[in-house]
């Protein structure tokens, strides 16, 4: 691997320029290699001379390469919400200075996008029973709805509990109000049953009795009609005994 020398400006205590051996194939950042004003190189030899007023060079020291370091945002920067005093809000609302945007309520949870116009500045914030218990503050509207969203999805979450109660509350009252009507519905028709029943048995009785007073009524019949064949025969008798004195008389 062939090496070249390149020379490098740096800036010792003694103010003295060095050579660097730098490796051909290895990448060099641009950054890392300032030209320097070209000087003859002289042999190692000739450092260690003793001619009249030369001064002799020091060796050569090595100097570690320099990489570019990437930029950092600062702390404000790459945030893009901050706290937010619950009641900084409570006061701007009161004194009118903050307009809601976006507003959700979840029974006793809410969650408002709040702009406050001054400032150009957004506040977002979490109450429960209409009083703020967190609070968020961003400079710009997306950052300010990514935040409500959040806190619209814990609103929901917290909301859970009195949502299955006011669903729960609901349905038993639907139930009761329903088993109140099929309550009154079997006692009608217990009471229809009854009135059937009352009705069958007086049916019943009644037939009995048609029954009885027909089977009477038939005898009578019955007891007539001999009766009344008694007496025609009785008549027919008369009416032969009178026949018997009268001469009989031939027609001419």
Known sequence: MKLLLNRRRTVPADGIAHLVRIDRNAS??????????VHDARPASSASSNSPGHTPERPVRPVATLHPMPAMPSQANGR?????????????VEA????????????????????????????VALYQD????RALRANDLDAA????????Q???????GQT??????????????LIAQSEAQAEQLRKALQRSATQEQAVTSRQHQVRREVAQLEAQRVAA??????VHRQIHQLDLAAHDGVPHLTNR
């Open 28 to 37: 060099i950042s641009a950054d890392a290699i300032v030209d320097a004003p």
């Open 80 to 92: 893009v919400a901050h706290f937010a005093d619950p009641g900084e809000i409570e006061w701007l």
């Open 96 to 123: 009118g200075a903050l307009t809601p945007f976006r507003v959700f309520r979840a029974f006793d949870y809410s969650a408002s996008l709040l702009f406050h116009a001054k400032e150009l500045k957004y506040y």
């Open 130 to 133: 209409g009083t703020p218990w």
């Open 145 to 152: 709805q990514g935040i409500f969203y959040q806190f619209e």
């Open 154 to 160: 814990q609103a929901m979450r917290l909301a859970d």
């Open 164 to 177: 299955r109660r006011a669903q729960l509350e609901a349905q038993n009252e639907q139930l009761t109000k």
């Open 225 to 230: 009609q001999a009766q009344l064949n008694k």
